[in-house]
Structures are given as C-alpha cells and as structure tokens.
C-alpha cells in the first residue's frame, strides 16, 4: 500500500514547516525561488526535457509497475524542478535543474543548504523513508567537478548528475543514451524517426497535464492512445479490460473493468483502476475510492454531468457510499 503522505503537502504546508524550523527570512527566500523557477523559460526547457526523458526511463524499467511512480515539477521547495517519487517504496528524489556551464550550475554553500534542509523537509515532512538530492546540470564536466565538492556527510543522499541540453528532441534521442536505450524498448523498434516521434508524444503529453503531477503509467498509457499508428507496442493501454486475476478458492477468476468506468478515467487522466479484494481502487492526489467490482452501470445523464476530475471522484465516491449501505441492509436483512 502507498504511503499516503509521499503523495505531497500543500504549498502552505511546506512554508509553515520552513517557517517553524528555519524562520520567515527563509521562507520568504523559499518562496522567491518558486517564482524564480516559473520566470526561467530555458531552464524550464531543460527540466521538460529530463521530466518526459525520466518518465520514458523509468515506464521501461518498471514496466507493470510503472503506476507506482509519480512526477511533478515546480513543487514547493528548496530542490524544486522535478522530482520523482516511488510511491511503493516511498523514496522522494528532487532534482535542481542547471543548464549552464558556468556559475550557476557550480555546488556552492547556498546550494548546500538548500540540498539539507530538503533533505529534512523529506525526511521529517513528507513522510519519505529515503530521499535524495540532485543537481542535474548540462555540462559533463561541471558534473563531476560538482561531485568532489560534496561535503561527505551528504555524499550518501547528494550528487551531481548530467543530462545533456540540446535544442530539440532529435538531437537529445541522438545524443543520450539512457533514453534511446529505454524508448527502443517502449517502441520495440531501434528506428530512429519512430523513437523520437514517439519520444515528441510523450513530451506533449507531458507538457499538456503536469500542474499536479502525473503518474507514469498514466502519461504512457495516454501517449500510446493518441499515437497513430500505436508507436508504443511495450505500453498496455489504459482502456485494456482485463487488468487483474485473483483467486477464489481453487478456481482463478479475471476481473474486467467496465467501459464506462475505462472511459471517464482515461478523460480525466486518472490512473487505471486497480484491484484489491474485489474492489476498484481509484486515486486522485492521495485519496482512495474504492467501488465494489460488481457495480451497476450508472445512467448516461450521470456520467454526463462530471465535467472535473473533482466532479469524477466525487461521484466514484458516492458509487462506493451506496455499495456500503446497500450491502448493510443485506446483512440486516438476513440477521
């Protein structure tokens, strides 16, 4: 089961713990990087780039598992352009984002302080039982000069990573490695006009939906659904009916999710259903709704109302409320 506290603290959350634990000097330094992140458009190119980059990396390692992986930018803190999760394991990497080669990609004393007290942050408030820090610049060698200026009580949650900065997504398919390798595996194919097509999906798909967040799982199985032809053959598609087994007694019986269930999750990119103990369990920014597997289909007129992924899980829940009363007064019934 996921960590319910891995999936985010709300803006005023974050500042009023850096208010408690560092002072209000330092929250308002806080908030002004938030604003700084915003303003920076190249810096924001870069970190789009590495965000659909590491969601294609990490939907090829993970695979099925992919659902259990969440990235976000720009949240509230003091490394602040991406950050993933591992929802599973409750680990919280951040990334600071620096496509420079000069000073401003250099690990210095501010940069030291912001990666501690993050850590901290994580650690004490978000709930992560390992977090890491990193800077991820553009150039190679400011990469490995940054790596022996980490003081080495941080050595062990720190480093400096490199990403290269190219100026368009077929010259960064071409030039990293790590994301031609994962890409050949999503598109079953080593092509290079169909990986960087498919890497361009991606990208959109990202770009379009990450105010909140996305899971991987999701932004893989969004992209597959509007490639034409289908670029990405790895990927199981988010409307696929069967998406769990489990055992009754002797005889193992498949669970289908229904159509109309499939469909206002994928409109509202919602992750797919999962199964546990003959419910479907949707999430949404944490939160759980759990409907009973043999639920009735709505009416047309109901499902035409939900105009929000709010309006969406509010009516799930309601689905669930009714499964609850309604299997209540069964069991009275037979008392």
């Known amino acids: 089961m996921w960590s319910l506290s891995m999936q985010g603290k709300t803006e005023a959350d974050v500042l009023q713990f850096v208010s408690e634990h560092f002072g209000d000097g330092t929250k308002t330094k806080l908030v002004n990087i938030g604003r700084g992140g915003d303003n920076n458009k190249k810096g924001a190119d870069f970190e789009n780039f590495y965000a659909a980059a590491k969601i294609c990396m990490l939907a090829a390692d993970a695979g099925a598992a992919s659902n259990d992986f969440q990235v976000s930018c720009q949240e509230v803190a003091f490394v602040d352009d991406v950050c993933v999760r591992d929802l599973a394991k409750s680990i919280k990497i951040n990334y600071q984002a620096k496509n420079s080669s000069g000073a401003p990609a250099d690990w210095d004393e501010d940069m030291r302080v912001r990666f501690e007290m993050q850590q901290l942050i994580d650690l004490q408030l978000h709930g992560a039982l390992q977090a890491n820090q990193i800077l991820l610049v553009s150039d190679a060698g400011k990469a490995a000069a940054n790596d022996g200026k ?10 400096s990573e490199h990403f290269p900065h190219c100026s368009s ?22 092509n290079a006009g169909t990986i960087d097509t498919a890497f361009r999906v991606v990208l959109g798909e990202w770009c379009a939906d990450n ?46 999710v229904p159509r109309w269930l499939a469909q206002i999750l994928e409109a509202f990119h919602f992750s797919p259903a999962a199964v546990e103990s003959g419910a479907f369990v949707i999430e949404r920014n944490g939160m759980f709704a759990r409907v009973g597997v043999n639920v009735d289909e709505p009416d047309l007129s109901s499902l035409q109302a939900l105009q929000s992924p709010g309006d ?23 008392q």
């Not at 980490?150 to 480093?159: E, F, K, N, S, T």
């Open 150 to 159: 980490i003081p080495d009580p941080m050595r062990g949650y720190c480093q």
């Open 169 to 190: 997504s077929t010259k960064l398919v071409l030039a990293y490695q790590p994301l031609r390798k994962a890409l050949s595996v999503l598109c079953g194919t080593n």
């Open 211 to 256: 105010t909140d967040g996305r899971v991987v799982g999701n932004v893989m199985a969004r992209a597959k659904a509007v490639s034409k032809p289908d670029f990405f053959p790895g990927v199981p598609s988010e409307s696929d009916v069967v998406i769990a087994s489990v055992r009754e007694g002797e005889e193992r019986h498949e669970i289908s």
């Open 312 to 334: 969406v899980f509010d009516f799930l829940m309601s689905l669930a409320a009714q499964q609850l009363v309604e299997s209540l007064s069964t069991g009275d019934s037979h």
